[in-house]
T-cell receptor
Framework: DTEVTQTPKHLVMGMTNKKSLKCEQHMGHRAMYWYKQKAKKPPELMFVYSYEKLSINESVPSRFSPECPNSSLLNLHLHALQPEDSALYLC?????????????FGSGTRLTVV | SQQGEEDPQALSIQEGENATMNCSYKTSINNLQWYRQNSGRGLVHLILIRSNEREKHSGRLRVTLDTSKKSSSLLITASRAADTASYFCATDAKPYNTDKLIFGTGTRLQVFP
């Protein structure tokens, strides 16, 4: 299995809702990532987990809460979001950069906050 | 900011022509990567070039890296309509944690049949 699977593919939520985005990989990669991408912009790093521990938080608002239950799963819990949080949320995983394999990205969750 | 700048922002060519995209970055790097993104989808890793390498090839792709100028270029030869996508360079900056991969602004490539 050489894929990163993200669910759901599309999500519409109200500003008072609580929802979660899920990401799964079975490549044995040690690091997993959340990126946010607005239309016609590059992906922006949100969080990095390395060996199931949060290693980087790019000053993301607390209404986004990441969780890494095990080495294959990564969640992003959403609560009290704003319309400007509408974006494509991308999950990625990687082994070691020196292998030359780069990151493997999921196809993303298209989030709309209404 | 570490973010790279890419030019051109948009590029339109005919099938069979070559496409060249350039990336400039601001900090010293461990390596530089190129990714492709089809509209509204996830990114696909194309190629990684290490800071001690100057050129790398993969199929129809040729990447160069000039660390003295902090720049890289991606050449796609004999382009096809299927190459239509956005292309991003990405760098991980020294001396930071190498897990921090930052993307450039991207080039939108349109290849007409």
């Amino acid at each position: 299995d050489t894929e990163v699977t993200q669910t759901p593919k599309h999500l519409v939520m109200g500003m008072t809702n609580k929802k979660s985005l899920k990401c799964e990989q079975h490549m044995g990669h040690r690091a997993m990532y959340w990126y946010k991408q607005k239309a016609k912009k590059p992906p922006e790093l949100m969080f990095v987990y390395s060996y199931e521990k949060l290693s980087i938080n790019e000053s993301v608002p607390s209404r986004f809460s990441p969780e890494c239950p095990n080495s294959s799963l990564l969640n992003l819990h959403l609560h009290a979001l704003q319309p400007e949080d509408s974006a494509l949320y991308l999950c990625a995983s990687s082994q070691e950069k020196t292998t030359g394999d780069g990151y493997t990205f999921g196809s993303g969750t298209r989030l709309t906050v209404v | 900011s570490q973010q790279g700048e890419e030019d051109p922002q948009a590029l339109s060519i005919q099938e069979g022509e070559n496409a060249t995209m350039n990336c400039s970055y601001k900090t010293s790097i461990n390596n530089l990567q190129w990714y492709r993104q089809n509209s509204g989808r996830g990114l696909v890793h194309l190629i990684l070039i290490r800071s001690n390498e100057r050129e790398k090839h993969s199929g129809r792709l040729r990447v160069t890296l000039d660390t003295s100028k902090k720049s890289s270029s991606l050449l796609i030869t004999a382009s096809r309509a299927a190459d239509t996508a956005s292309y991003f360079c990405a760098t991980d900056a020294k001396p930071y944690n190498t897990d921090k991969l930052i993307f450039g602004t991207g080039t939108r490539l349109q290849v007409f049949p």
